[in-house]
């Protein structure tokens, strides 16, 4: 139904919207107007290997494409940093100087890193929906849908070595299975220096012009018969149904961009009250408890080669949200995007009320939806504030969590003999935590971020240890003290664990801060909160049945929810403020340019430099010029991240990775006109992989559209 609607539509724009592929169909001709030479059936197919076949999920938050008939995929540096990371120390610092497998043999595995492949997407709201109908409560009802949903889901794990996964789509009015194919042993192959990888740093993040080389290269191994299999040498590199040719011929502005991956999360359909709070509260307090982290962290990274390394995954964390934030408001603001949702809140009740059914249906649901987020507000703020604080302040706050985890489970694991068995790995992830940590820099971060928590958390909401203590006794006392600040302390504890030990972890000041904090949250909030989100799950169904139904000539699509999209658009710039205008491309040229402000997120290297200085492009050039980044008019998200750009002809061009500043506004309301998505060019991609770091294996492995 949606499809046909859409297909109606006279006011279609290609470049906002994220479409389900197996609806991809419903565009073709649109796409096909807009210059694609493909077919639907190109893009997604169930029967044969389409190019589908070529785009992973990369470890659940990213996007992976595969380039080769050997399992080698390109995601983003920023996707595989963490994997980057673990596998640097001061005397292989990957991440400084790079990392090249020159053979198979030397390509490293990587504890934990996944990929699935989308074997199929099925649409069974019917399935998921049958026998709701006459249920009158909402827990009735979810115990339904689960219960469908499980059967589903238990028919293709008996009978496949797939799994599978249903999601809602637009609130619980339809839904769809995503049946997926897991991979579990990934390698790192390569990744650029950082300086190319993180180019422009966080100066940079999130705006245009770009120069950043933001990919990584890992390869999938399969068992001998090409199914998934756990790590082992005798593994293969995986073959994969279909790979994306790459294109290095030139590109042209104007030209059929399209974008192929995971989007996490948009969300388009909030109301003009909860768009306010997000801009005015919200964001403004995330950003400044986020803000106090980074202080510490990034001075503490400027000041030593160990913490850089260290920290550096971790400050990425927290830093990139950080600064889309930012931007967000920003945008917001400009685009007056609180006025654009009243006057359209406005006209849906109008419409609503000008046809008797509809106005049963739809009249209210605006106004309720306004008044329920008033009740809620502040239980949602506190939230926030705790969730910062736990997840993106002082670490032994998550430490804590996966403490107590292993405090509920001891009596279980040692009564069944388990525990033994897991002492050792459980020892082992307590030192690779203190590997990457350290305990001035935790303690600073404490000082700083625990006066704005306190600050920001309405008295009813403080945790124990804030009503009794100041935040400064409770810095002495935790890192004075607490085991959870001392690696020595703590493997101690877990070795010498006890049913009588546990006294010990309950009087340990920094877990007890950890549990006061969880109990408000568990306690006063989340009771709160969960009837706040059953009522609003409700009440949003039925607003967005009521766009669908009601506003037939508008661009309908599912928010984003890190399942499998299409978007396209075209290779353009744009003009996102007065007397500014964005070019569609950059080049090496401005590397140098950002080089000479001496700001040092824009280093480079001798080897750099002087390819730079003798033009050695290669062929990977367009009249004289190395292309580094351009930018398109796809709608992207988060978890678009390392998605692959392609052309007209579905060969790769790009490698997706962020969008301009003017953009980040886009998660909740979309501006055909400025938001642009930014994309590592395949030819720089090349060309750093072959020229820089003479990788050229990894370039013969690809199949070349010259
Ligand atoms: N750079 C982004 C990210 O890291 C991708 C995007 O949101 O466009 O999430």
């Not at 009503?467 to 002495?476: G, Q």
């Amino acid at each position: 139904m949606i499809v046909s609607l859409i297909l109606s539509s006279s006011f279609l724009r290609a470049e906002e919207g994220m479409i389900i592929p197996s609806l991809v169909q419903a565009f073709q001709s649109d796409m096909q107007a807009k210059g694609m030479k493909l077919s639907a059936e190109d893009i997604y197919s169930v029967n044969n290997s389409s190019m589908k076949d070529a785009v992973l999920h990369f470890n659940g938050g990213c996007t992976a494409e595969i380039v080769s008939d050997q399992g080698l995929i390109l995601t983003n540096h920023h996707c595989g940093y963490y994997q980057i990371q673990q596998h640097s120390s001061l005397e292989n610092d990957y991440l400084k100087y790079g990392f090249w497998a020159m053979d198979k043999s030397k390509e490293l595995p990587n504890e934990g890193l996944f990929v699935t492949r989308i074997v199929r997407i099925e649409d069974v709201t019917k399935a998921v929906l049958q026998g709701t109908e006459g249920l009158k409560y909402v827990p009735q009802v979810e115990a339904k849908i689960k219960e469908n949903a499980g059967k589903l889901i238990e028919e293709i794990k008996n009978t496949t070595h797939y799994e599978a996964q249903i999601k809602a789509f637009d609130f619980g009015n339809s839904y769809y299975m995503l049946v997926q194919e897991k991979f579990t042993d990934v390698r790192l192959v390569g990744a650029p220096p950082s300086f190319i990888g993180k180019f422009g740093g966080d100066t940079d993040n999130w705006v245009w012009p770009r120069h950043t080389g933001d990919f990584s290269v890992f390869r999938v191994y399969a068992g001998k018969d090409n199914k998934p299999a756990p790590y082992s040498a005798e593994n293969v590199p995986y073959k994969p149904l279909h790979h994306f040719p790459v294109n290095i011929t030139n590109r042209e502005e104007g030209e059929f961009t399209m974008v192929y991956g995971f989007p996490g999360m948009t969300e388009q359909h909030v109301t003009s009250e909860y768009l306010k709070y997000v801009m005015e509260k919200d964001r403004p307090v995330r950003i400044e408890m986020r803000e106090k982290s980074l202080e510490v962290i990034d001075a503490a990274m400027k000041a030593s080669d160990k913490t850089r390394i260290q920290y550096a995954s971790k400050q990425s964390r927290i830093a990139n949200a950080y600064k889309k934030w930012i931007g967000q408001i920003d945008g917001l603001r400009r685009l007056n995007a609180q006025q654009i949702k009243k006057d359209r809140e406005t006209e849906y009740t109008d419409r609503a009320n000008a046809n008797p059914e509809w106005k049963n249906k739809y009249g209210t649901v605006v106004k309720a939806l306004i008044d329920l987020f008033k009740v809620y507000e502040e239980y949602e703020m506190a939230d926030a504030v705790i969730i910062e604080y736990v997840f993106y302040g002082p670490e032994f706050l998550r430490l804590a969590r996966s403490v107590e985890s292993i405090a509920d489970n001891y009596s279980k694991w040692s009564e069944n003999g388990e525990w033994e068995e897991r002492k050792g790995a459980i020892v082992a992830s307590i030192q690779k935590h203190f590997k990457d940590y350290d305990v001035q820099v935790d303690q600073a971060i404490f000082d700083r971020i625990s006066p704005v928590a306190k600050k920001h958390l309405k008295e009813e909401f403080h945790p124990l240890s804030f009503k009794e203590k100041s935040t400064e006794d409770l810095s002495a006392q935790i890192y004075g003290k607490s085991m959870l600040v001392n690696e020595e302390k703590l493997v101690g504890f877990i070795e010498s664990m006890s049913a009588k030990s546990m006294k010990k972890l309950e009087k340990d000041p920094g877990y007890l801060l950890y549990r006061d904090l969880w109990d408000v949250r568990a306690g006063q909030l989340a009771q709160n909160l969960q009837t706040y989100q059953g009522e609003l799950d409700l009440m949003m169904k039925v607003y967005v049945a009521g766009k669908l139904e009601m506003f037939p000539e508008k661009n309908h699509w599912a928010d984003a929810n890190s399942t499998l999209r299409v978007t396209y658009g075209q290779l353009e710039g744009s003009a996102p403020r007065d007397g500014m205008l964005y070019t569609h491309y950059t080049t090496v040229d401005g590397m140098i340019e950002k080089y000479y402000s001496g700001n040092e997120d824009f280093d480079l290297d001798d080897r750099m430099m002087q390819l730079y200085n003798e033009k050695e492009y290669g062929q990977y050039a367009q009249d004289g010029e190395l292309w580094v980044c351009f930018s398109g008019s796809n709608h992207t998200t988060g978890g678009n991240s390392g998605s692959p750009a392609l052309n007209a002809e579905g060969h790769l061009i790009g490698i997706n990775f962020d969008r301009t500043w003017e953009s980040t506004m886009s998660d909740f309301m979309f501006d055909t006109s400025r938001c642009r998505n930014i994309m590592v060019d395949m030819r720089y991609v090349l060309w750093v992989m072959d020229i820089y770091a003479g990788a050229g294996h990894l370039v013969e492995e690809m199949t070349l559209i010259k």
